[in-house]
Structures are given as C-alpha cells and as structure tokens.
C-alpha cells in the first residue's frame, strides 16, 4: 500500500510542476496580449506587469515562479517599453527595475513555494495515514468536545453493522454502545484523561452490534487540544475489531483448562518441562506417588539430583535419557519406554517406567510404577521356572526312560548270552562254530542297540545344555555371517529335500550371539526341509532385512505342509513333536525360543495347511547402523 501512495503522489507532483509552468508563463503573456491590445487604457505599465508577474511567481513556485519572472520582465522591457526609450542595461534606472522585478518575484516564488511544499507533506501524510487506516482496518473518531460533535469513519461504522449515514456524530453514538460491565471498567480511565492526569488510554471494551451481539473492540485515543487552563477541547484515537483474537484466546483458555484437567485426572505421574528445562506442570498423582511437588523440583538438573541420588547411576539414566531424547527430537517420535529405579521423597526406591512425548520445544514426560507389576512378574517367573523344571523333568524322564529300557534290557540279554558263549567255550565238547557265530552276532546287534539308545541320551543331554543356558555373551553381528555359518552345519538330508534361497536386504548389525543365531537358523531350516511332503523337492527361503522399529528380521520360509492351528500354540513347548518315536527329542523349537527371547527379540511362527510355514525372528538391533548391503544373495542350492 505504501508504493501504491508513493506512485500516485508521484504522478501528482509530475503533473503539478507541469501545469506550474504553464500558468505562470501563460500568465505572462496573457498580460502582455492585454497591454498589447488594450495599451494605456488598462493600467500603468508597471502596475499591470508587477501583478502579473507576482500572480505566475505565487502560481508557480520557486522554479516555475522564477522562469516566469525572467520571461515577465524580458517582455515588459523588449516589447513594450522599446517604442518609448531604448532598454539600456548600463542605466541604473532600468538595471534597478529589471532587478525589482527579479528580486519580488524570486522572493514571493520562495514564499510560494515553501507553502506548497508544506501543503504537499500534509496531504502525503494524510494519505500515508489513510492507507494505514484501511489496511489496518481502523475504525475511526473525532471528538470535538465543546459542541459534542463526534465524527466516524465508514470502517468504525462498519464494524458494527452500520453504513455511516446511520451513526449520529456525536459522542453517545459510541457511549450509548457500550457493554455495561466495560463502561464502569473505562469510565475512571477517561476521566483521568480527560483532567491531564494521563496522556493516553488504550482499552478493550465491548461494543453492541446492529443485530445485538457483542463486538469486541480495542480502543484507544487521547486528547489532542486542550484550552490553556487545560480544558480539554478535541479528543481522537482509533477502534480495532479483535472479536476474532478474543475467540481464539477464549478457546486457548478452554484447551488450557481442559488440558489441566486431563492432567489432574490422569491416575499416572505427570509432568510437563519447557525448553528451559523447568518442570512448569506436575499433576497430583506426581506428588502422590513419589512425594515431591513443584517447589521440590523446580527443573530437570534438581529431579535428577533427587531422584538419582547416586552419581554413577545418575550418569547412566541421564546418558540413555538423553540420547532418547535426542533421536525423538530429530525423528519427530515418542521417547520410548525405559525402566529406572526412582528414589522417592521419604527415601523409597520404585521402579519407573518412563517416556516422553515432545510438544514443540517442551516435553510432556509420564511415568508408571511398575514396582508392584515387576515383583509379581518376578513371582510369577519363578513359578514358571519352576513349572517348566517340572515339565522338563517329566519330559527328561519320558525321553530317557525308553533308551534307558533299552539298554537295560540289552546289556542283560548280551550279559546272558555272553554267559553262555563262556559255558560253551569252557565245556569239555567242542563248540559248534555256527552255533558260536550266531550267538555273537546277536550280541553285536544287542550291544549296538545300546550303543544307539546311549547316543539318543547324550543328544537330549546336550540339547538340555543349550536349554539352560541361551544368555551366551553377545556382540554386533551381521546376520549374513551367522546365516553363511549355518549353511555348513547343515546335514546332507536337508540338501536332498529343498533349495534353500537367501535373500539379503539393508539390513543393519544385531547385538547377537553369532553361534546361537546359527544354531536357530540351522533348526528352523531343519525343520523346513522335514516340514516338505516325500516324493518331491520343495523350496525353502532365508530372509534378512529390517523388521519393527529398531529390530533386525530373519524368517525362515518353506512351502511344505504346514501347521495345523490347533497345533500352533504348543510348539514352542519342550519335548512336543509331532514326528514319529524316535525321530526328535521336541526341543529343537523349544531351544530356538529360549535363544531368541534371551537375546532380547521374538520367535513368531505363521502357517497355512498345506501352503507351508514362516518362522520370524526380530532381534534388537546395535546402536549404530551397518552400511547398505546388496537387495539379495546369490540362491544357494545344498
């Protein structure tokens, strides 16, 4: 708006020097047409063309004034004095005249001139002023307060309903409009400004519209000419529609309260930091729970102070908490979940679960006490411990007891047949040969069926070691080197049943043990190569890549004959097969499960009858991301 203003003031000054030109040098010669047609019928000639002269300086300022003075005074002496004496500039008396006329003329232009120039500021300032006004949308008021007269603009009308033909000039128009409430409120304001007790008045008021309603309104003004005993004559100011600014505080105020409320009704601890880390909002169940109140914790440094009072552990809790902080910030996310031991006001240690929620620059944190939660799970882990000791040892008990039997049973038939080859051999007559062969080759096959019933032992030994004890030390792994490890300890069955596919993607390093990872991946491909129908080659496919939010995936695919539902549940229990006696100890799932929980991560199985069965690991990934690897690996065929 204000180029806009510039651009017509600018035209306006352009045509104005232009038309200044014209009139004063038209003005001069129209005079000297006159004296020219007229003679000394119209005046003296000094007379007629001092006016003219005056006339086109006051007309055309100091420049143009200036001009047509010269021009004026060049005519007079040229053509109209030459008939009667000859213009001699070494004459005192004509150089004196030429320089009255240069001299008034030049003086009245200057006079002429700063008077247009002021005029020409006060009418820029007007328009400045008005394209304020209608920009700012600026309703505004005169008042004259010696005949009460108080003029309006259209916009003050406006904004409450009007056209400004029907708002009466005078100052009721305003008063009368008034809420009542605001009018006791502003009453003494005005009054003080109007005694010279206050330069100026700015205030929020309510103002009746057209169709009834409230405006809201900020007004402000002050009085502008006073008498010189100091009665005030004339007052002005300006009226601003903020009825749209008062909704928007009156929601803020609305959200504010029932945001308040929430936090005061929430049944979990609380609390609200700015980004000044100052703790502005605590909800009773802060205090409730852990005792302290906002006065007790002013900031994070003093929380941290007093609920961590060990230092060491005070290091630990502010380095994982800022580095959570840190990745939610950048990534636009919740801060996770994390337990810490709190201590709280009376001296009492709970265990927390703490996260955070960033709201702009500042952090709503809430907090749960899982003291309770975590010692009941603690009695229930026990108890499942124990349970599972007991279904161990039942299941031990069921899978030892029948090779158990066997070697029983062998080692006393051999020990009876060996017997009675020694009386045989020791007896006076002579062994019959084929007798003696048949008799030791049934030992042989004895003996070896104690031999293989001694190995199943051991396996199912050896499985229940691996059982106890999947918490091996863990290291960044790449996946791909654990699952090329497993590739090598598969047996040769595996090869005869199914090519297996690997298929890599971005996928970045686990905090893992890479043997154990290996074991899972061999047992679940295992168990895929088994899991595919006699009679045909099936396919089974390894895949790595990203998985939930911060967790690596590795499934493990066949397309065999699948897991009926009702069966889905139990087999990740010990010793639950469902191949025939003698064909699996039931462990090998058992102890995939076990590994994979220990390392921190989930063991999921989805299957189809007859459409085949996906096992899915997701194990945590490290802190930092491996580089990018190739969008898949070449198909290894075993």
Known sequence: MEAQGRRVQERGVTGTVTGRYAVAVGTACLALALKLI????????????????????????????????????????????????????????????????????????????????????????ESRLLLAVRGGGLGLWDWDLRSGRCKYNERWA???????????????????????DDRMRIQPILEANMRGKADSWAWEQRLRHKDGHWVWVLGAGAVVERAPDGTPLRAAGTHLDISVQKQAEAALRSSEEHFRLLVSSLPIPLSFNNSDQEIVTLNPKFTEVLGYTQADIPDVATWFRKAYPDEAYRAVVASIWGEQLRKAVERGSDIRPEEYRVTCKDGRVRTMSISGTPVGKDLLVTMLDVTEGRAMQAKLALASRLAAIGTLVTGVAHEINNPLAAIMAGTGTATEDVAELQGILRGGSSPDPERLACRAAEVQQMLGDVTSSAQRIAGIVKDLSVFGRPDQDRRPTRLNDAIQKSLGWLPPFVAERAVIRVEVEEAPEAMASESQIAQVVVNLVENAALAIPDGRKGNVRIRLGRGLPEMVRLEVSDDGRGIAPELIERIFEPFFTTRPQGKGTGLGLSICNAIVTAHGGTLTVKSEVGRGTTFRVELPEVAHEASPRSAAEPVVEC
């Open 38 to 125: 007229l003679g000394d019928y119209l005046a003296p000639p000094y007379i007629l063309f001092f006016a003219a002269v005056m006339l086109s300086a006051m007309l055309g300022g100091l420049g143009p004034g200036l001009v047509a003075t010269l021009v004026s005074a060049g005519l007079v002496y040229v053509f109209l004095f030459e008939p009667r004496f000859t213009l001699r500039l070494d004459h005192p008396r004509d150089l004196a005249g030429l320089a009255v006329f240069v001299v008034i003329g030049g003086a009245v232009s200057a006079i002429a001139d700063q008077r247009r120039k002021a005029e020409d500021r006060a009418r820029e300032s």
């Open 158 to 180: 406006a904004m409450l309903g009007h056209e400004l033909d029907e708002i009466e000039e005078n100052g009721s128009s305003w008063e009368s409009r008034i809420h009542p």
